[in-house]
């Protein structure tokens, strides 16, 4: 039972630091070199909305 829940801590905070890094990334513009790629769509769900 501790095993699960030990798992279970790891995977919630694993999941809130994705969250913070996708987030991160959806809002930041960056050009590499001259050509900047489209982003994904299922990204601007984590987009910022001012």
Request: net charge positive; glycine share 2%; hydrophobic share 30%.
């Amino acid at each position: 039972m501790k095993k699960n829940t030990t798992e279970h801590k790891v995977a919630k905070k694993l999941t809130s630091v994705l969250n913070g890094v996708l987030r991160t990334e959806a809002n930041t513009t960056s050009c590499y070199l001259v050509y900047q790629p489209k982003a994904p769509k299922d990204l601007m769900r984590f987009k910022n909305n001012k």
